[in-house]
Protein backbone atom coordinates (compact mmCIF):
# COMPACT_ATOMS: atom_id res chain seq x y z
CA UNK A 1 0.00 0.00 0.00
CA UNK A 2 1.44 3.45 -0.65
CA UNK A 3 1.72 5.66 2.39
CA UNK A 4 -0.58 8.22 3.19
CA UNK A 5 -1.58 11.00 4.99
CA UNK A 6 0.59 11.53 8.14
CA UNK A 7 2.22 14.95 6.73
CA UNK A 8 1.90 16.94 9.92
CA UNK A 9 3.99 13.81 11.84
CA UNK A 10 6.51 13.35 9.24
CA UNK A 11 7.59 17.55 9.50
CA UNK A 12 7.43 16.99 13.59
CA UNK A 13 10.07 13.83 13.32
CA UNK A 14 12.08 15.89 10.94
CA UNK A 15 12.14 18.42 12.83
CA UNK A 16 12.94 16.42 15.95
CA UNK A 17 15.61 14.93 13.87
CA UNK A 18 17.20 18.41 13.05
CA UNK A 19 17.68 19.18 16.68
CA UNK A 20 18.88 15.88 17.37
CA UNK A 21 22.11 17.16 15.56
CA UNK A 22 22.43 19.35 18.25
CA UNK A 23 21.44 18.32 21.66
CA UNK A 24 19.89 14.67 21.94
CA UNK A 25 16.44 13.97 21.42
CA UNK A 26 14.05 11.54 23.52
CA UNK A 27 10.80 11.08 21.33
CA UNK A 28 8.09 8.59 22.54
CA UNK A 29 5.88 7.38 20.53
CA UNK A 30 2.40 5.44 20.93
CA UNK A 31 -0.59 4.37 18.91
CA UNK A 32 -2.86 1.43 18.83
CA UNK A 33 -0.99 -1.90 17.38
CA UNK A 34 -1.79 -1.60 13.54
CA UNK A 35 -2.03 2.02 13.06
CA UNK A 36 0.92 2.21 11.24
CA UNK A 37 4.00 3.82 13.82
CA UNK A 38 6.80 1.65 12.47
CA UNK A 39 6.03 2.55 8.67
CA UNK A 40 5.64 6.00 9.65
CA UNK A 41 9.45 5.94 11.77
CA UNK A 42 10.76 3.82 8.46
CA UNK A 43 10.00 6.31 6.44
CA UNK A 44 10.61 9.64 8.23
CA UNK A 45 14.25 7.92 8.84
CA UNK A 46 14.96 6.61 4.91
CA UNK A 47 17.03 8.85 3.64
CA UNK A 48 18.95 9.25 6.97
CA UNK A 49 21.57 7.57 8.98
CA UNK A 50 19.46 5.14 11.59
CA UNK A 51 19.16 1.51 13.10
CA UNK A 52 16.24 -0.41 14.03
CA UNK A 53 15.65 -2.50 17.28
CA UNK A 54 12.57 -4.66 17.85
CA UNK A 55 11.87 -5.32 21.68
CA UNK A 56 10.59 -9.15 21.52
CA UNK A 57 9.67 -11.17 24.40
CA UNK A 58 13.34 -13.31 24.63
CA UNK A 59 16.31 -13.70 26.51
CA UNK A 60 18.21 -10.07 26.86
CA UNK A 61 21.56 -11.76 25.70
CA UNK A 62 19.99 -12.99 22.50
CA UNK A 63 18.01 -9.82 21.77
CA UNK A 64 21.42 -7.75 22.22
CA UNK A 65 23.24 -10.08 19.79
CA UNK A 66 20.55 -9.51 17.20
CA UNK A 67 21.01 -5.62 17.88
CA UNK A 68 24.61 -5.45 17.59
CA UNK A 69 24.30 -6.92 13.89
CA UNK A 70 21.68 -4.34 13.50
CA UNK A 71 24.69 -2.15 14.84
CA UNK A 72 27.13 -2.93 12.57
CA UNK A 73 25.49 -3.48 9.58
CA UNK A 74 23.54 0.26 9.52
CA UNK A 75 26.69 2.16 11.15
CA UNK A 76 29.43 0.34 9.24
CA UNK A 77 31.37 0.00 12.66
CA UNK A 78 33.61 -2.48 14.90
CA UNK A 79 32.75 -3.65 18.06
CA UNK A 80 35.15 -5.25 20.44
CA UNK A 81 33.95 -7.06 23.57
CA UNK A 82 30.83 -8.71 25.05
CA UNK A 83 27.57 -7.02 25.08
CA UNK A 84 25.51 -9.01 26.56
CA UNK A 85 22.94 -6.36 28.15
CA UNK A 86 20.96 -3.48 26.93
CA UNK A 87 22.51 -1.39 29.26
CA UNK A 88 26.14 -2.11 27.64
CA UNK A 89 24.06 -1.66 24.05
CA UNK A 90 22.75 1.57 24.98
CA UNK A 91 25.49 2.97 26.74
CA UNK A 92 28.12 2.07 23.99
CA UNK A 93 25.66 3.85 21.45
CA UNK A 94 25.17 7.11 23.27
CA UNK A 95 28.82 7.42 23.50
CA UNK A 96 29.16 6.65 19.72
CA UNK A 97 26.56 9.47 19.44
CA UNK A 98 29.09 12.15 20.76
CA UNK A 99 30.99 11.89 17.25
CA UNK A 100 28.58 10.00 15.04
CA UNK A 101 24.73 11.39 14.46
CA UNK A 102 22.39 9.04 13.80
CA UNK A 103 18.62 7.72 14.72
CA UNK A 104 17.59 4.54 17.10
CA UNK A 105 14.34 3.58 16.48
CA UNK A 106 13.23 1.25 19.71
CA UNK A 107 9.86 -0.97 18.73
CA UNK A 108 7.71 -2.61 21.30
CA UNK A 109 9.80 -0.41 24.08
CA UNK A 110 7.29 -1.70 26.78
CA UNK A 111 8.29 -5.12 26.16
CA UNK A 112 11.46 -4.80 28.10
CA UNK A 113 9.40 -5.16 31.10
CA UNK A 114 9.24 -8.73 30.03
CA UNK A 115 13.04 -8.96 29.13
CA UNK A 116 14.57 -6.98 32.10
CA UNK A 117 12.71 -4.06 34.16
CA UNK A 118 15.70 -2.83 35.23
CA UNK A 119 16.25 -1.45 31.91
CA UNK A 120 14.31 1.90 32.19
CA UNK A 121 16.61 3.08 34.99
CA UNK A 122 19.49 1.94 33.45
CA UNK A 123 18.52 4.03 29.91
CA UNK A 124 17.49 6.58 32.82
CA UNK A 125 21.21 7.16 34.15
CA UNK A 126 22.90 6.71 30.90
CA UNK A 127 20.50 9.33 29.15
CA UNK A 128 21.26 11.50 32.42
CA UNK A 129 24.95 11.45 32.10
CA UNK A 130 25.63 11.61 28.19
CA UNK A 131 22.59 13.11 26.69
CA UNK A 132 24.60 16.56 26.88
CA UNK A 133 27.39 15.80 24.60
CA UNK A 134 25.97 13.50 22.03
CA UNK A 135 23.85 14.04 19.21
CA UNK A 136 21.56 10.95 19.17
CA UNK A 137 17.60 11.13 18.05
CA UNK A 138 16.36 8.39 20.45
CA UNK A 139 12.45 7.24 19.46
CA UNK A 140 11.13 4.70 21.63
CA UNK A 141 7.75 3.21 20.11
CA UNK A 142 4.84 1.27 21.87
CA UNK A 143 1.67 -0.38 20.65
CA UNK A 144 0.62 -0.75 24.40
CA UNK A 145 -0.96 2.16 25.90
CA UNK A 146 -1.43 1.72 29.20
CA UNK A 147 2.43 0.58 29.57
CA UNK A 148 3.51 3.30 27.54
CA UNK A 149 2.05 5.55 29.18
CA UNK A 150 3.13 4.71 32.62
CA UNK A 151 6.59 4.11 31.56
CA UNK A 152 7.00 8.48 30.80
CA UNK A 153 4.34 9.80 32.69
CA UNK A 154 4.49 8.10 35.77
CA UNK A 155 6.15 10.31 38.34
CA UNK A 156 7.66 7.29 40.11
CA UNK A 157 8.75 5.57 36.95
CA UNK A 158 12.76 5.93 35.62
CA UNK A 159 11.75 8.05 32.58
CA UNK A 160 9.10 10.17 33.80
CA UNK A 161 10.30 13.36 32.32
CA UNK A 162 13.21 12.34 30.33
CA UNK A 163 11.26 12.57 26.75
CA UNK A 164 11.48 15.81 24.68
CA UNK A 165 8.50 15.23 22.51
CA UNK A 166 5.44 12.71 22.37
CA UNK A 167 3.33 11.94 18.88
CA UNK A 168 -0.07 10.00 19.85
CA UNK A 169 -0.54 8.40 16.44
CA UNK A 170 -4.21 8.26 15.59
CA UNK A 171 -6.09 6.91 12.41
CA UNK A 172 -6.68 8.08 9.01
CA UNK A 173 -8.97 11.39 9.10
CA UNK A 174 -12.30 10.91 6.90
CA UNK A 175 -10.48 13.07 4.17
CA UNK A 176 -7.95 10.66 3.26
CA UNK A 177 -10.01 7.33 3.87
CA UNK A 178 -12.37 8.91 1.18
CA UNK A 179 -8.96 9.68 -0.67
CA UNK A 180 -8.27 5.82 -0.24
CA UNK A 181 -11.68 4.65 -1.61
CA UNK A 182 -11.63 6.62 -4.75
CA UNK A 183 -8.43 5.79 -5.48
CA UNK A 184 -8.64 2.41 -5.40
CA UNK A 185 -12.73 2.15 -6.44
CA UNK A 186 -13.62 5.31 -8.26
CA UNK A 187 -17.08 4.03 -8.38
CA UNK A 188 -18.29 4.08 -4.61
CA UNK A 189 -21.12 4.69 -3.33
CA UNK A 190 -22.10 6.94 0.63
CA UNK A 191 -23.18 2.98 1.50
CA UNK A 192 -19.45 1.68 0.41
CA UNK A 193 -17.78 4.36 2.09
CA UNK A 194 -19.59 3.87 5.09
CA UNK A 195 -19.14 0.55 5.25
CA UNK A 196 -15.20 0.75 4.81
CA UNK A 197 -15.22 3.85 7.75
CA UNK A 198 -17.47 1.38 9.90
CA UNK A 199 -14.70 -1.70 9.59
CA UNK A 200 -11.38 0.33 9.41
CA UNK A 201 -11.75 3.21 11.09
CA UNK A 202 -9.14 4.27 9.36
CA UNK A 203 -6.37 2.02 10.94
CA UNK A 204 -3.65 1.88 8.39
CA UNK A 205 -3.12 -2.05 8.46
CA UNK A 206 -6.87 -2.85 8.21
CA UNK A 207 -7.08 -0.15 5.13
CA UNK A 208 -4.56 -2.20 3.47
CA UNK A 209 -6.38 -5.63 3.59
CA UNK A 210 -9.21 -4.90 2.16
CA UNK A 211 -7.44 -2.83 -0.61
CA UNK A 212 -5.33 -6.18 -1.00
CA UNK A 213 -8.42 -7.85 -1.19
CA UNK A 214 -10.06 -5.43 -3.33
CA UNK A 215 -13.20 -5.23 -0.86
CA UNK A 216 -14.67 -2.15 -1.00
CA UNK A 217 -18.77 -2.52 -1.28
CA UNK A 218 -20.41 -3.98 2.23
CA UNK A 219 -20.94 -7.27 0.36
CA UNK A 220 -16.74 -7.83 -0.56
CA UNK A 221 -16.27 -6.28 2.87
CA UNK A 222 -18.39 -8.56 4.87
CA UNK A 223 -16.70 -11.69 2.46
CA UNK A 224 -13.38 -11.05 3.83
CA UNK A 225 -14.01 -10.69 7.45
CA UNK A 226 -16.36 -13.15 7.84
CA UNK A 227 -14.00 -16.06 5.42
CA UNK A 228 -12.28 -18.92 6.97
CA UNK A 229 -8.48 -17.93 8.06
CA UNK A 230 -9.16 -13.96 8.28
CA UNK A 231 -7.19 -11.96 10.10
CA UNK A 232 -10.03 -9.77 11.18
CA UNK A 233 -11.75 -12.91 13.54
CA UNK A 234 -9.60 -12.84 15.65
CA UNK A 235 -7.37 -9.35 15.81
CA UNK A 236 -9.70 -8.25 18.89
CA UNK A 237 -8.04 -10.91 21.28
CA UNK A 238 -4.61 -10.11 19.32
CA UNK A 239 -5.02 -5.95 19.96
CA UNK A 240 -6.39 -6.20 23.30
CA UNK A 241 -5.05 -9.55 25.42
CA UNK A 242 -2.04 -8.40 26.55
CA UNK A 243 -3.41 -4.94 27.71
CA UNK A 244 -5.77 -6.65 29.74
CA UNK A 245 -3.54 -9.87 31.13
CA UNK A 246 -5.28 -12.09 32.95
CA UNK A 247 -8.36 -9.95 33.75
CA UNK A 248 -9.30 -9.76 30.20
CA UNK A 249 -12.50 -11.83 30.30
CA UNK A 250 -14.09 -9.10 32.76
CA UNK A 251 -13.15 -6.39 30.04
CA UNK A 252 -14.06 -7.91 26.90
CA UNK A 253 -17.85 -8.78 28.63
CA UNK A 254 -18.02 -5.38 29.47
CA UNK A 255 -16.59 -4.05 25.73
CA UNK A 256 -19.03 -6.60 24.20
CA UNK A 257 -22.12 -5.23 26.39
CA UNK A 258 -20.87 -1.22 25.25
CA UNK A 259 -20.86 -2.48 21.77
CA UNK A 260 -24.54 -4.39 22.00
CA UNK A 261 -26.13 -0.92 22.99
CA UNK A 262 -25.91 -1.63 26.73
CA UNK A 263 -24.28 1.59 27.46
CA UNK A 264 -24.42 2.44 31.45
CA UNK A 265 -22.93 1.28 34.15
CA UNK A 266 -26.36 0.44 35.89
CA UNK A 267 -26.95 -1.95 32.47
CA UNK A 268 -23.70 -3.53 32.42
CA UNK A 269 -23.80 -4.30 36.54
CA UNK A 270 -27.40 -5.62 35.95
CA UNK A 271 -26.15 -8.16 33.29
CA UNK A 272 -22.78 -8.81 35.03
CA UNK A 273 -23.92 -9.02 38.58
CA UNK A 274 -20.73 -7.42 39.49
CA UNK A 275 -19.72 -3.74 40.30
CA UNK A 276 -17.68 -2.42 36.68
CA UNK A 277 -16.92 0.93 38.08
CA UNK A 278 -13.10 0.28 38.86
CA UNK A 279 -12.83 -1.73 35.16
CA UNK A 280 -14.55 1.35 33.54
CA UNK A 281 -12.20 3.65 34.80
CA UNK A 282 -9.20 1.85 33.24
CA UNK A 283 -10.86 1.60 29.86
CA UNK A 284 -11.17 5.47 29.81
CA UNK A 285 -7.85 5.93 31.65
CA UNK A 286 -5.52 3.90 31.07
CA UNK A 287 -6.19 2.14 27.75
CA UNK A 288 -8.28 4.93 26.37
CA UNK A 289 -10.31 2.09 24.49
CA UNK A 290 -13.70 3.94 25.90
CA UNK A 291 -15.00 7.24 26.46
CA UNK A 292 -18.08 8.48 28.51
CA UNK A 293 -20.75 10.56 26.96
CA UNK A 294 -22.79 13.30 28.92
CA UNK A 295 -25.08 15.21 27.47
CA UNK A 296 -24.08 18.47 25.91
CA UNK A 297 -23.74 20.98 28.67
CA UNK A 298 -24.47 18.65 31.66
CA UNK A 299 -22.13 18.95 35.23
CA UNK A 300 -19.11 17.11 34.76
CA UNK A 301 -20.43 15.30 38.29
CA UNK A 302 -23.60 14.35 36.21
CA UNK A 303 -24.25 10.25 36.75
CA UNK A 304 -26.42 10.27 33.55
CA UNK A 305 -23.50 8.61 31.41
CA UNK A 306 -23.54 6.70 28.62
CA UNK A 307 -20.11 4.71 27.73
CA UNK A 308 -19.06 4.69 23.87
CA UNK A 309 -15.75 2.17 22.54
CA UNK A 310 -13.47 4.54 20.73
CA UNK A 311 -12.52 2.69 17.92
CA UNK A 312 -14.59 1.79 15.29
CA UNK A 313 -13.15 -1.68 14.31
CA UNK A 314 -13.19 -3.05 18.09
CA UNK A 315 -16.64 -2.23 18.40
CA UNK A 316 -17.33 -4.13 15.47
CA UNK A 317 -15.32 -6.87 16.21
CA UNK A 318 -17.04 -7.13 20.14
CA UNK A 319 -20.68 -6.77 18.71
CA UNK A 320 -20.50 -8.85 16.33
CA UNK A 321 -17.86 -11.58 16.67
CA UNK A 322 -16.52 -12.21 20.40
CA UNK A 323 -20.98 -11.78 20.82
CA UNK A 324 -21.58 -14.68 18.26
CA UNK A 325 -17.96 -16.31 19.24
CA UNK A 326 -19.18 -19.79 19.47
CA UNK A 327 -20.50 -19.32 15.59
CA UNK A 328 -16.87 -18.33 14.81
CA UNK A 329 -15.55 -21.41 16.60
CA UNK A 330 -17.70 -23.83 14.67
CA UNK A 331 -17.19 -22.08 11.16
CA UNK A 332 -21.04 -20.79 11.13
CA UNK A 333 -19.09 -17.78 9.16
CA UNK A 334 -22.27 -17.42 6.42
CA UNK A 335 -24.29 -17.17 9.40
CA UNK A 336 -22.76 -14.62 11.16
CA UNK A 337 -22.50 -12.57 7.98
CA UNK A 338 -26.63 -12.62 7.73
CA UNK A 339 -26.71 -11.86 11.44
CA UNK A 340 -24.88 -8.41 10.40
CA UNK A 341 -26.91 -7.80 7.56
CA UNK A 342 -30.07 -8.04 9.72
CA UNK A 343 -28.73 -5.68 11.97
CA UNK A 344 -26.64 -3.59 10.01
CA UNK A 345 -29.40 -0.47 9.19
CA UNK A 346 -29.92 0.61 13.08
CA UNK A 347 -25.84 -0.58 13.60
CA UNK A 348 -24.49 1.68 10.42
CA UNK A 349 -26.88 4.32 11.59
CA UNK A 350 -24.93 4.60 15.03
CA UNK A 351 -22.00 5.33 12.76
CA UNK A 352 -23.07 7.35 10.57
CA UNK A 353 -23.47 9.98 13.61
CA UNK A 354 -20.11 9.00 14.21
CA UNK A 355 -19.20 9.89 11.08
CA UNK A 356 -20.63 13.30 11.02
CA UNK A 357 -19.35 14.18 14.34
CA UNK A 358 -15.80 13.19 13.61
CA UNK A 359 -16.11 15.48 10.29
CA UNK A 360 -17.66 18.37 12.54
CA UNK A 361 -14.97 18.20 14.97
CA UNK A 362 -12.33 18.48 11.55
CA UNK A 363 -13.48 21.55 10.55
CA UNK A 364 -12.48 23.07 14.09
CA UNK A 365 -15.34 25.57 14.11
CA UNK A 366 -16.99 25.17 17.20
CA UNK A 367 -16.16 25.35 20.88
CA UNK A 368 -18.41 22.49 21.68
CA UNK A 369 -19.74 19.03 19.77
CA UNK A 370 -21.67 16.77 21.71
CA UNK A 371 -25.35 14.41 21.91
CA UNK A 372 -28.19 15.44 23.83
CA UNK A 373 -30.96 13.89 25.43
CA UNK A 374 -33.17 14.78 28.83
CA UNK A 375 -34.03 12.21 31.44
CA UNK A 376 -35.29 8.83 30.45
CA UNK A 377 -33.24 9.43 27.03
CA UNK A 378 -36.48 11.91 26.15
CA UNK A 379 -35.63 14.43 23.46
CA UNK A 380 -32.31 13.04 22.19
CA UNK A 381 -30.62 14.95 19.44
CA UNK A 382 -27.87 13.43 17.68
CA UNK A 383 -25.73 16.47 17.24
CA UNK A 384 -25.52 19.62 19.25
CA UNK A 385 -22.57 21.95 18.01
CA UNK A 386 -21.65 25.53 19.61
CA UNK A 387 -19.59 28.12 18.58
CA UNK A 388 -19.19 30.48 21.52
CA UNK A 389 -17.54 33.13 20.20
CA UNK A 390 -20.17 33.52 17.34
CA UNK A 391 -22.72 32.99 19.74
CA UNK A 392 -24.33 30.25 17.22
CA UNK A 393 -25.82 26.80 18.21
CA UNK A 394 -26.21 23.87 15.12
CA UNK A 395 -28.98 21.28 15.95
CA UNK A 396 -28.32 18.00 13.48
CA UNK A 397 -30.48 15.29 13.37
CA UNK A 398 -28.42 12.20 11.44
CA UNK A 399 -30.95 9.39 9.60
CA UNK A 400 -29.67 7.22 6.71
CA UNK A 401 -32.26 8.66 4.59
CA UNK A 402 -33.07 12.02 4.00
CA UNK A 403 -36.98 11.57 3.66
CA UNK A 404 -36.63 10.12 7.37
CA UNK A 405 -35.69 13.60 8.85
CA UNK A 406 -37.78 15.98 10.87
CA UNK A 407 -36.51 19.10 11.25
CA UNK A 408 -40.07 20.07 13.20
CA UNK A 409 -39.49 16.82 15.57
CA UNK A 410 -35.87 18.24 15.91
CA UNK A 411 -37.37 22.26 16.52
CA UNK A 412 -39.05 20.44 19.52
CA UNK A 413 -37.00 18.46 20.76
CA UNK A 414 -34.22 21.62 21.16
CA UNK A 415 -37.03 23.88 22.98
CA UNK A 416 -35.24 23.17 26.58
CA UNK A 417 -31.35 24.01 25.21
CA UNK A 418 -32.96 26.70 23.48
CA UNK A 419 -34.09 28.58 26.60
CA UNK A 420 -30.10 27.59 28.19
CA UNK A 421 -28.64 29.59 24.91
CA UNK A 422 -30.57 32.78 24.72
CA UNK A 423 -29.21 35.30 22.58
CA UNK A 424 -27.57 32.56 20.35
CA UNK A 425 -28.26 31.99 16.58
CA UNK A 426 -29.56 28.79 15.98
CA UNK A 427 -29.68 26.64 13.05
CA UNK A 428 -31.24 23.18 12.59
CA UNK A 429 -29.94 20.62 10.19
CA UNK A 430 -30.78 17.31 8.25
CA UNK A 431 -27.87 14.67 7.47
CA UNK A 432 -28.35 11.58 5.77
CA UNK A 433 -25.85 9.58 4.18
CA UNK A 434 -26.41 11.67 0.56
CA UNK A 435 -24.18 14.58 2.57
CA UNK A 436 -21.35 12.24 3.15
Given at each position: ??FYNREKEL????????????????????????????SLLIKANS???????????????????????????????????????????????????????????????????FVNSSIYS???????????????????????????????????????????????????????????????????????????????????????????????????????????????????????????????????????????????????????????????????????????????????????????????????????????????????????????????????????????????????????????????????????????????????????????????????????????????????????????
Amino acid sequence: MKFYNREKELALLGKIEKQSQQIAQMTFVVGRRRIGKTSLLIKANSDKTYIYFFVAKKNEALLCEEFIDEIKHKLKVELFGEFKTFKDVFGYLMELAKTKHFTLIIDEFQEFMFVNSSIYSDMQNIWDSKKAESNINLILCGSIYSMMKRIFEHSKEPLFGRATHRIFLKSFDIPTIKEIVAEHYPEYTQEDLLAFYMITGGVAKYVELLIEEKAFTLESILDTIFSENSLFLDEGKNVLIDEFGKDYGNYFSILSLIASGKTSRIEIESIMEMQVGGFLDRLEKEYSLVKKVRSIFAKPNSRSVKYQINDNFLNFWFRFIYKYRSAVEIGSLDYLKEVVKRDYTTYSGHILEKYFIEKMISKRLYSEIGTYWEKGNQNEIDIVAVNDLEKSVTFTEVKRKKENISIQKLKEKSKNLQTQLKGYKVEFLGLSMEDM
